[in-house]
């Protein structure tokens, strides 16, 4: 008999209980308890939680209740009352976000990893009722999903939030810089914050694990496509020393798959995907995507090329994350025998100025696995900053549990500016 779904799980919670805090799926009957606790902390926690400012009537906490049930149904995530054990009291929420199914190439639907959010009342700070609350459902992820990572993520002005993880026994991993917006649409720093299966499991306990400890030391969200309309600039080529970087086209079907077939095995360890091209269809397939993406404005992928030779040297790309604060993912691969001379680091740099000047970016970051020493070398030559290590953030094509490397430029480091 297979083991339950992460939906089935979702489907069969019915509450967590500790010694002073109850979680527990949200009722209609419970909206007017929400929308007063939103009212009571709207002017202390709005910096924080901008969403607050949206809910002006009990009948849009009792649709916030409903979605929140139908995402639970879904298997999307756990959005938790925390209610009071001893006087039924709602003191604030928490919830439990899917960011990634880690072992998604190996067709196991288990052992993601997740984010935990919350937010406190302000009559009910300073009791300890979210360390608890956070502790409660960080086991049920752990213990009842199969999570190989819990993450917490706060403003780094947030000094409150940041205590819960850090009480929790939660290592730091990284300061992401200008990756969000607080409630007045200042920009701001958010800090990463995690633990994973390794750090609850005594060393020793499994010789594996131990191994894999001393080998290693997506949250982000899709842009909404209505920020990216086809109206919306963008370039046709852009043209370096040595490098020419423009859409794919379909009559590129033929390089694209010769160039993969050609360094699958050199890109298989860092790029799961390159898998999948067994044929010139697949790889027009691919191109086809791209370019209806491209006209939607809703992701840049793009083709590299020597500008002397006219060979494809492989691909790379702009990928909207946040729109909240215009921010762009690069990623890139080269064929193995264009490796090493510098290609790359030019067609990341045409890249990342084309997302400040052109697409109004504030950042742009670049993340590859810890063990790939050529793509971090990448974004150190076009001076991305290091921001961290993601610990179990990812699983490679070869079953490896791997840590993520995150680097950066933001609007001010481009001009030169703190």
Same mark, same amino acid.
């Given at each position: ?16 209980? /500790? ?6 799926s ?15 902390? &709207?002017?202390?926690s ?13 009948e ?14 879904? /298997? ?35 052992? /993601? ?6 937010w ?10 979210m ?9 049920y ?6 999570a ?10 947030n ?23 607080d ?21 020793g ?36 020393? &040595? ?43 691919f ?16 083709s590299?090329?020597?500008r002397e030779?006219g ?6 790309g702009?990928?909207?994350?946040n ?5 762009y ?44 020493? &050529? ?18 953030? /990812? ?24």
């Open positions: 008999m297979r083991p339950p779904t992460i939906q089935e799980q979702m489907v069969q919670f019915a509450e967590l209980r /500790g010694a002073h805090v109850l979680l527990r949200l009722r209609l009957e419970d909206a007017e308890q929400h929308f007063a606790a939103v009212e009571e902390s &709207r002017a202390t709005r910096r924080w939680l901008p969403w607050m400012d949206t809910y002006t009537s009990v849009q906490s009792r649709a916030y209740v409903a979605r929140c049930e139908a995402q639970r149904l879904l /298997g999307e995530q756990l959005s938790l009352g925390i209610f009071d054990t001893t006087s039924g009291r709602l003191l604030g929420g928490v919830s439990l976000f899917l960011r990634s199914i880690l072992p998604q190439q190996l067709g196991d639907e288990e052992g /993601g990893a997740y984010e935990v959010g919350y406190l009342r302000t009559s009910a700070r300073g009791q300890g009722h360390t608890e609350a956070v502790r409660l459902l960080e086991e992820a752990f213990e009842t999903l199969g190989r990572r819990v993450v917490i993520r706060c403003d780094t002005l000094p409150h939030s940041a205590g819960v993880a850090r009480r929790l026994g939660y290592t730091h991993e990284a300061t992401l810089r200008h990756d969000d917006r409630g007045d649409g200042n920009l701001g720093d958010t800090l990463v914050f995690a633990r994973t299966d390794l750090d609850r499991r005594p060393v306990q499994s010789p594996a694990a131990d191994e894999a400890a001393g080998a290693n030391t997506s949250w982000f969200t899709l842009g909404d496509p209505a920020q990216h309309t086809t109206l919306r600039p963008i370039f046709d080529e852009l043209c370096g020393e &040595r490098v020419l970087v423009r859409p794919f086209r379909p009559e590129d079907a033929e390089a694209l798959f010769a160039a993969v077939v050609a360094s699958r095995d050199y890109l298989l360890p860092w790029l799961p995907w390159a898998i999948g091209y067994d044929s010139v269809d697949e790889a027009r397939e191109i086809n995507r791209a370019r209806a993406r491209w006209l939607l404005r809703e992701d840049f992928t793009v590299v090329w020597e030779s060979r494809l040297l492989g691909g790379s702009l990928h909207p994350r729109t909240a604060v215009s921010e993912e690069i990623g890139y691969w080269l064929q193995r025998d264009a490796a090493g001379h510098g290609y790359m680091a030019e067609t990341v740099r045409l890249l990342a100025d084309c997302a400040f000047d052109t697409l109004g970016a504030e950042r742009v970051f670049i993340r590859c696995d810890a063990r790939n020493r &050529r793509s971090a070398a990448v974004a150190e030559r076009v001076g991305f900053r290091f921001e961290g290590r993601l610990r179990r953030d /990812g699983m490679a094509y070869d079953g490896a549990v791997r840590d993520t490397l995150i680097y950066s430029l933001t609007r001010d480091d481009a001009r030169g500016t703190e």
